[in-house]
């Protein structure tokens, strides 16, 4: 039987947000026909990556990726999404990548193939099908616009609708740079989000002055101006150094009201009357207790430890007025962000504010929560801001419990937002059962 | 009220998909108990407003789901998780007779869907709805490729589905109304077949010359020819005139063999040198209705009995799939097909003919969720105008649409790509 006729593969729906679920089905092989599905992405700075899975159809001809076992690959298990997740550079790429998006005007192309037996090695493989999948960050209709006002850098994604929309101000860390796909995203699902370059803002590159603690109040103000911004409706939220930003305007701005906020992967240890440029150099100073790997990965972990008892020394959250969602990853090496969040709920216990805290910990997850299904990277090169070398940063974390965790805590930030930001009780929400 | 502070949440999912895939639009964060309409609104690329809407009640959750919930009023009622698209119909104040249609499958149709307080009718572009999100509806999956056809005298587009091949073939081809359609042969190869759009009548030309067979066999050796696809195992997919083209090489051809059929809203029996001809031939049989739209139905009643002003449908060699309507009011299809399967028949290939007929569906029968028009203009370049009257009821014509695309990809499926070839050799 001519068996190129027979596999027809299908991914459904072949066009989807970055967070949202798909199927992948071979169908028409022959029973117990061993198949290996790949798939592959090149990324804008021309890397490949690729994931895999080794299957065997049943007695119908069929695999069904979000129900069959994967016996070998890049993935084990019955994984509905491990032909993302796992991604990793093919063989022969570069050391210590990351993938990131940063066009989000476009989707990530992922290319899904069929290949004959189980395979490991692609390159002169001749496969038996392939289709195109589509990730979007941005939804149809969301609005991209570059914001240029009161020297703030950055841009704001709009929902699709009249509005007005609730806000978010979204923060990335010490990497820098004017990071959109988070922000694109939480659009995609009902937020006007203001992604925010507090590091390497134009004004700082101009002047080469750090931005200060009012450049957050700047572009807090600028969402609850915003037409189609309401007003008395803005979230904060934050990632690695970003946290560090949040936690102090949440508690000290006397500018900035929030509904809510969200800190993923930071600490509350930091100078409390310290400017941004000197929590930053707090924040990364302390060089001698960075360590080293074998493979010379640094671990910043350290340098925030031990947890200070002086209180000049942490965000004081005791006073904090609004429910916070901590997310931490148990094995984060780079920042000591579990230790942060217990000293967090034990500050809040003793100030009778903790029920405002949600705090989920991930055993096993690292440093970058990312949205669901992005590749897991244990560890990259980063330049770090004001630094001028190159450093393979540790982040930690296993990949399977990682890619779990970035699932599980997209969902509860989505739920922690559309709770708080626009009155939605039930979590367990039906427009969520494909995320 | 706090609830009434915060905004509803609505959300289609999938948010961008093919026109043929199924979507769930959900209004969730109403008032319990509190009545919407849902509304759909899309710009067609010929710039008129389409446009559906269902009255719906939230429930004690405040939520409404078009999936599962029933529409009590507007363009349609009851349980219709797909009203909003194939209940489109022009705004008031639209033209006569407009025909939705997407000319450029490169791009997706858009459509608005929005939310409004209460249970409206009208004026909703006067309104500020409470929420609304855009859907994009492809006719073309990712990875589709999309190539000008201009060789051996042939004008049409290819479609080939992304992959290394090989594939199955389709030569897709229209109806009287002539032109390049390019949007089912797009569909048909985001599921998998490399699929020629021919052009074969200019827009707006009354089909005056004899059809030459010579150019459709060209046509289908094109397809055959192309490195990625298998060459036996080409169909022929035709709807109306292109059904009629369809039936005379399935009979006839001794040069081309296709491996199976579909003709939709087909016509084996056209003993005249044009619609012109036609048409003069029956004038007294041209009727029409109560707004002025001919109704052609009846200048093809009786059919002959004389094989020689027919298509000998007995000779054919490979399965046919015919999908008719009852109310077709442009060709009494139902009783050409009876017709055809009894010439199937006395030749001893009932084996070969499958025969689908749905009542209270006309003649354009679409893929799924297209709007039905009932009647629209055809050949606008006559004058005056001409408003040709298609049949079929919204409702049932939608449903054969649905189900009828269904049976013809499945037909597809199994004979292009399951069945080992019959005709093999050993």
């Avoid at chain 1, 509905?80 to 550079?89: A, E, K, Q, T, V």
């Avoid at chain 1, 500050?347 to 910990?361: I, P």
């Avoid at chain 2, 090489?249 to 809203?265: D, G, H, Y």
């Avoid at chain 2, 029968?365 to 049949?391: C, D, N, Q």
Wanted: glycine share 8%; charged share 20%.
């Amino acid at each position: 039987m001519d068996k190129k006729h027979c596999v027809k593969l299908s991914v459904q729906p072949s066009r989807a947000l970055v967070d949202e679920k798909f199927i992948v089905l071979v169908q028409n092989a022959p029973p117990g026909f061993q198949m290996t599905i790949h798939s592959l992405h090149h990324s804008e700075d021309g890397h490949s990556w690729e994931a895999f899975g080794h299957y065997t159809a049943d007695a119908t001809g069929t695999v069904n990726v979000s129900q069959d076992h994967s016996v070998g690959g890049t993935y084990s298990g019955v994984e509905p999404m491990g032909l993302l997740w796992s991604l990793r550079p093919v063989p022969g790429s570069k050391s210590w990548l990351r993938f990131r998006k940063m066009n989000v005007e476009t989707p990530m192309e992922v290319a899904i193939s069929v290949y004959q037996g189980h395979q490991t090695v692609f390159v002169d493989q001749v496969q038996l099908a392939s289709v195109v999948a589509e990730r979007w960050y941005m939804a149809p209709g969301v609005r991209r616009i570059p914001v240029t006002e009161s020297d703030l850098t950055a841009t704001l994604f709009l929902p699709p609708g009249p509005g007005p929309f609730p806000g978010v101000l979204d923060l990335w860390g010490g990497g820098g740079q004017l990071v959109e796909y988070r922000s694109a995203l939480l659009a995609s699902h009902g937020f006007a989000s203001l992604a925010l370059d507090y590091l390497t803002a134009k004004i700082t590159l101009k002047t080469g002055k750090m931005v200060e603690n009012d450049y957050f109040e700047t572009a807090y103000k600028f969402l609850q101006e915003h037409p189609q911004v309401s007003g008395s409706r803005i979230a904060m939220m934050g990632l690695s150094f970003g946290t560090a930003m949040t936690l102090k305007m949440a508690v000290y701005s006397e500018v900035m009201k929030l509904s809510c906020a969200v800190c993923i992967s930071g600490s509350h240890v930091q100078p409390v009357n310290g400017s941004v440029e000197e929590n930053y150099v707090f924040c990364f100073r302390n060089s001698k207790k960075v360590c080293f790997t074998e493979e010379k990965q640094a671990i910043y972990r350290d340098l925030l430890l031990p947890v200070p008892t002086d209180p000049g020394m942490k965000v004081d959250v005791g006073r904090l007025q609004c429910p916070l969602l901590l997310i931490v990853g148990e094995d984060d090496q780079n920042w000591a962000a579990p230790e942060s969040a217990q000293d967090i709920k034990e500050m809040m216990e003793q100030a009778g504010n903790s029920h405002l805290l949600t705090l989920r910990s991930y055993p096993n997850a690292g440093h970058l929560i990312e949205p669901p299904y992005s590749p897991h990277t244990r560890a990259s090169m980063l330049k770090a801001v004001h630094v001028n070398k190159m450093v393979v940063v540790l982040w930690g974390g296993d990949t399977v419990a990682h890619s779990r965790a970035q699932e599980d805590a997209w969902r509860k930030t989505l739920a922690f937002l559309w709770e708080n930001l626009y009155g939605r009780k039930n979590s367990a929400v039906t427009s969520m059962s494909h995320l | 009220t706090r609830e009434q502070a915060y905004p509803p949440i609505l959300s289609v999912y999938p948010s961008r998909a093919l026109v043929d895939e199924a979507f769930k639009v959900l209004v969730e964060n109403l008032p319990p108990g509190c009545p919407v309409t849902v509304h759909s609104l899309h710009l067609s690329e010929d710039d008129n407003y389409w446009e559906a809407y269902g009255h719906y009640i939230s429930d004690h959750r405040g939520s409404v789901s078009v999936s599962e919930d029933v529409s009590f009023g507007g363009t349609y009622t009851g349980k219709e998780p797909m009203g909003l698209l194939w209940s489109l119909r022009p705004v008031p104040g639209s033209r006569q007779g407009l025909r939705l249609r997407k000319m450029n499958v490169c791009t997706p149709m858009l459509v608005n869907i929005s939310v409004h307080c209460g249970h409206l009718v009208e004026a909703f572009r006067d309104q500020t709805p409470l929420a609304s999100v855009l859907t994009e509806r492809w006719y073309m999956a990712p990875g589709v490729k999309r190539i000008d056809i201009r060789e051996r005298g042939m004008r049409g587009t290819l479609f080939i589905p992304p992959g290394p091949g090989p594939f199955p073939g389709l030569l897709d081809l229209w109806g009287g109304g002539g032109g390049l359609l390019e949007h089912r042969a797009a569909l048909l190869a985001s599921h998998g077949f490399v699929s020629l759009a021919l052009e074969y009548l200019t827009s707006g030309e009354i089909p005056t010359a004899r059809l030459d067979y010579n150019y459709f066999e060209k046509a289908f050796n094109i397809i055959q020819d192309h490195p990625l696809v298998t060459p036996d195992r080409v169909g022929i997919f035709g709807l109306s005139l292109g059904s009629f083209v369809t039936f005379n090489l399935a009979a006839k051809s001794t040069i081309i063999n296709p491996r199976c059929c579909v003709c939709i809203s087909g016509f084996h029996c056209h003993p005249y040198r044009s619609m012109g001809e036609m048409i003069q031939t029956n004038l007294n049989k041209l009727h029409v209705d109560e707004n002025n739209y001919q109704i052609w139905r009846d200048m093809s009643l009786p059919i002959p009995s004389d094989i020689s002003k027919k298509v000998d449908m007995g000779k054919i060699k490979c399965p046919l799939l015919l999908v008719c309507g009852h109310d077709d009011q442009s060709y009494p299809a139902v009783e050409l097909a009876e017709d055809i399967a009894q010439m199937v028949h006395a030749a001893g290939k009932d084996h070969l003919l499958t025969k689908v007929f749905y009542h209270g569906t006309g003649h354009m029968i679409e893929p799924p969720y297209s709007p039905h028009f009932r009647a629209t203009t055809f050949m606008a370049k006559t004058k005056p105008k001409v408003i040709l009257l298609w049949g079929g009821q919204t409702k049932p014509h939608s449903d054969a649409q649905e189900d009828s695309w269904k049976k013809i990809l499945a037909f597809l499926q199994h004979h292009l790509y399951s069945t080992p070839n019959p005709r093999a050799k050993m």
